[in-house]
């Protein structure tokens, strides 16, 4: 193929980072929890009383998928975090790939690079191969240090295979949305929208218990990292099922690239209406309808895992309270509260807040994109002034996060307030939920100084969001120091209804984030439009 020495040169510099920074964070996930096995499961009955206990839960199959053999670290792990780790490998390389073709497609830069002595489908091989590799690299890693936590080789080199192979799928899938979509946005949100539902229809499968039901989970893709079985008797032969759908795919993204030109999709955007609605003859129109799709997926979604996630806190007593080991984990994930119910609820208040905490930078960075696109260059050409359109997507990401936030609080200790009869607990979240706020507010601040004074430089925010995730839900795991866990925007912050009430980095988180706007909102007024 014609250049792809040189398109793949190119592109593992312009793509490096992406990769290498998933990679490292995917890659800690399994043996990090392997390396806790034996503290969280302790020996003898208990301990097999209360792996029987998890493997029967509904919740747990739904969220965690079916269990095969808990009774080793390396089963324990991979059913524990096995799947999530498929699947964030999935999401790596599908974003990978629609950043490589239809995005640079976009921008214009595919057709300086077929403009040159390159074969028409190397780019989007090179866009393939890459994201393969490195869905390969994650699994060799995962696999080496998985034998390195003392799991089985065979166990370890099938749960990596079956994770990697996993990504290939999701890699050659957004190979062919960027064929089939126009728009880089559309791509993502098409390949990540599959993505999301074979996991949704992989958890209700999973959770049925019906046999009938559960042999349609050979169907779904989401589960044949998981029915490769590792540690738990390996059968090598379903890998050929991820490898199968991965060649067909493949083939599908060449031959619709062959049949469209450059710039155009085998599905174009349809023209608007002659006028537009009087609701689009401002900025704030423009962006609310610009994130009206975003708002809307953003409040169900977080709705629906609060509510989820919450219903777990029903099993929590009586599946923990005999195990000291697994309930000081929990209790310290939960801030140290005594009860293991409100640990738990402030344990997935914090990872709920990390997730909001990504609606709000997505739409401050949305702006950079219209900015890039040359769309809020043509609205600066009106009568708009640029602290207005900063401001019209500035305030729905606030109001977004400023509204998700307690209704998650709320929602989460939702079945447990009906289960008890009592609404003590919804009231405690929603004051730990309110008490967070400054937090998000210094998040999305910090996001806002970076667009007005270094646009370039919003990666940072997103590496704030990760590294808080991190600190949340890894770092405890792997019994890091404490004031490295707390190194984050709610880690100071008083966690109710553990702690008391400490209004000091309250005040002082919430002025550090009005001056982060301030700055933003200066700096955006005084910048170059295009940043560049």
Known sequence: MTGWTTVGRL????HRIFYLVWILVLASFLPLTALKYHDLVPAGQAGAAMLAGLAANPTMKAILGLAFDLSTAGGFTFWRVGGFTAAATGIMAGLGVVRATRAEEEDGRLELIRSAAVDRHTPLATALGLSMAACLILGGVIAASMIGAGTPVAGSVAGGLGIALTGTMIAALAGVAAQVFESARTARAVTMGILGGLYLIRGLIDASGEPGLVRWGWAMPMDWAAYVRP????????????????VILTWVAFTLESRRDLGSAIIGDRPGPATAAPGLSGAWGLALRLHRGGLIGWGIGISLSSLFMGSLSLTVDRIYQDQPSVAKLLQELGSGSSELVIAFQTAMLGIMTTVISLA??????RLRGEETEGRAEAMLATATSRPRLLASHLLPALALTGLLLPISGVLLPLWQAVHDGSARLPWQLLGAAAAFLPGMLLVIGLATALLGLWPRGLWIAWALVGWTALTTWLLPLADAPGWLIRLQPWGHLPHLPTDPMNWTPVLLETAIGTVLLAVGLIGYRRRDVAGR
């Open 11 to 14: 592109y593992v510099r312009r």
């Open 360 to 365: 709000g930078v997505s739409m401050i960075a």
């Open 231 to 246: 540690y738990a008797g390996e059968r090598w032969w379903v890998l050929a099922l991820p490898l199968a759908v991965t």
